[in-house]
């Protein structure tokens, strides 16, 4: 029984580590992850507009006097100031961005052409180690993937902040899950090994066979019963009357014909919540994110031709959604465009 109890400590022990670590340390990198992608998927417009509100409530810093807050394009550097001091902030817009020595080199001439005080460099890519080194001589400070989500994630709209959390949620939710079975199988083996060592290490006391006399058996007189075989009467069945076929239901629960193909926000809200819910279950599909009303950037491990009919079955179940634009974010690991399609058109 010691062993047991034992065994029970250790797995919830392990367990709750385990749980800790997830939701403490490895949500918040998986928020970060498809948070930078939803920031990636934005127009230039809205992520500049993003990056100004977040400097100025944060840093104090406001748009210079007759600078322009345009659109600039993918890639964009302005000035703001501060009690008077020139601010300099360049935004590489993309994660493909693998930013080294020399484009902060740039940026560093880039500050003293312009008469800037520093300078903020804010990409959803990456500086590598040169970069870093060369930053902090030219007193450059970087905002890069690593960062840049939990930076700009207060100014980030609620939709797509609650979307990100949630696939961030219930991720952690199924990965404490996978953990929780782990630990009870290390707990069971643990309890098994233990008792296997305790039971081999305890010596075995021979115990004295004693004969027992032998007893006679009174004999047992032979009876002879007899069964009357009755027939037993056939089981009748009830005749089932055929049950009408039900309709179709979509994945919220809701008949294919009450979908609405003008649904109010928070219908529409429901409906866009589960197929991110349903295309996180797909082969090959990593997480479905709207980052706009119109829009879904998808995060996928699979080619094309093996999630778009995926994608596709999932959007279409809803006439309200069945001809927005599906934005094909680069496979991790891959050299690849980001791609805009579409299931129908109008």
């Not at 210079?64 to 302005?78: I, K, N, P, Q």
Request: proline share 6%; glycine share 8%; with cysteine.
């Amino acid at each position: 029984m010691f062993s047991w109890i034992l065994a029970l400590l250790f797995a919830l022990s392990a367990w709750g580590l385990t749980s800790a670590w997830l939701w403490l340390v490895r949500r918040r990198q998986t928020e970060a992850r498809h948070g930078l992608a939803a920031l990636a998927g934005m127009r230039w417009r809205e992520f500049s507009q993003i990056v100004r509100r977040a400097m100025t409530d944060q840093r104090g810093l406001h748009d210079l006097a007759g600078e322009d807050s345009g659109d600039r394009g993918t890639s964009s550097d302005f000035l703001m100031e501060r009690d008077g001091q020139r601010w300099l902030l360049s935004c590489k817009h993309g994660r493909a961005y693998r930013i080294g020595a020399a484009a902060i080199d740039e940026l560093g001439t880039a500050l003293r052409l312009t008469g800037a005080t520093g300078g903020i460099l804010i990409t959803e890519g990456l500086v590598e180690r040169d970069g870093l080194a060369a930053a902090g001589k030219a007193s450059i400070e970087i905002l890069d993937g690593r960062v840049l989500w939990h930076v700009l994630a207060p100014w980030v709209p609620g939709e797509t902040r609650e979307t990100v959390n949630g696939v961030a949620r219930r991720e952690a939710v199924r990965q404490t899950g996978i953990a929780a079975l782990g630990a009870l199988t290390l707990g069971l083996l643990a309890g098994l090994g233990y008792q296997t060592v305790h039971d081999g290490a305890a010596p075995t006391p021979a115990t004295p066979v004693a004969t027992a006399p032998a007893t006679a058996k009174a004999p047992v007189p032979e009876k002879t019963t007899q069964q009357s075989a009755k027939p037993k009467p056939a089981a009748t069945v009830p005749a089932t009357a055929a049950t009408p076929p039900t309709p179709t239901a979509g994945n919220d629960g809701m008949a294919a014909e009450d979908l609405l193909e003008d649904p109010d926000p928070a219908t529409l809200l429901r409906y866009q919540q589960t197929v991110s819910r349903e295309l996180a279950r797909r082969p090959g599909v990593i997480s479905g994110l709207w980052i706009t009303r119109s829009t879904l950037a998808i995060e996928r491990s699979a080619d094309d031709a093996a999630v778009w009919p995926l994608i596709c079955r999932e959007v279409e179940r809803y006439p309200a959604l069945r001809t927005v634009r599906i934005q094909l974010n680069p496979r991790p690991g891959v050299d690849e465009p980001v791609r805009w399609r579409q299931c129908r058109t109008i």
